[in-house]
């Protein structure tokens, strides 16, 4: 089973500032099967980036994916209000399909 | 519009018995694959386990393998997540979601989620 581990747990920043999210794999993740999640309080997930850097329908360009093996990063260049949450980054190359366990992404 | 609209709240007794729904609207439901993902309260997602509809081919985490019970009925669109005799650690908030078209393979990103149902078990 391969084992994603999400870095920093917590990350304070403030608005127009950029954040970068860091999402590593015990294993090499085939193909780039690597997806990237927002979720706010009392919301279900939502799918931000797949294949590793390619952003969701709807998504806003200030968001991208990156990486590739074992190794990526979601970033967003210019943080929004709207874009204070909890990310999860999950592989879906290897069942099981596993999730990293989370990034508060919180406001300073 | 593509929709997964998922059963209402439960409140459940350990040793009951309970299954929750999750309709797929908006697109041929018997060519993705649909998966459960579970989440504690407080705590990050999980993957339960996939199914594809058109022949029932279900795949579980080995997590949670014996643990539930995932089905679906093609005629009405609807997959399904059971357990047979519930626990209180089964107290979670429990999302469906959308896979990737069979052809390609159940390997593939979730979009949409459903909206979760919570299920409580609480003597």
């Known amino acids: 089973e391969i084992v994603l581990t999400q870095s920093p747990g917590t990350l304070s920043l403030s608005p127009g500032e950029r954040a970068t999210l860091s999402c590593r794999a015990s294993q090499s993740v085939s193909s780039s099967y690597l997806a990237w999640y927002q979720q706010k309080p009392g919301q279900a997930p939502r799918l931000l980036i797949y294949g590793a850097s390619s952003r969701a329908t709807g998504i806003p360009d200030r968001f991208s994916g990156s990486g590739s093996g074992t190794d990526f990063t979601l970033t967003i260049s210019r943080l929004e209000p709207e874009d204070f949450a909890v990310y999860y980054c999950?592989?879906?190359?290897?069942?099981?399909?596993?999730f990293g366990q989370g990034t508060r992404l919180e406001i300073k | 519009e593509v929709q997964l609209v998922q059963s209402g709240a439960e409140v459940k007794k350990p040793g009951e018995s309970l299954k929750i729904s999750c309709k797929g609207s908006?697109?041929?439901?018997?060519?993705?694959?649909i998966g459960w993902v579970r989440q504690m309260p407080g705590k990050g997602l999980e993957w339960m386990g996939i199914i594809y509809p058109g022949d029932s081919d279900t795949r579980y985490s080995p997590s949670f393998q014996g643990q539930v019970t995932i089905s679906a009925d093609k005629s009405i669109s609807t997959a399904y997540l059971q357990w047979s005799s519930l626990k209180a650690s089964d107290t979670a908030m429990y999302y469906c979601?959308?896979?990737?078209?069979?052809?390609?393979?159940?390997?593939?990103?979730?979009?949409?989620w459903g909206q979760g149902t919570l299920v409580t078990v609480s003597s």
């Open positions: 999950q592989q879906y190359g290897s069942s099981p399909f596993s």
């Open positions: 979601v959308r896979g990737g078209e069979a052809v390609a393979g159940m390997e593939n990103w979730f979009d949409p």
């Open positions: 908006g697109y041929s439901f018997t060519s993705y694959w």
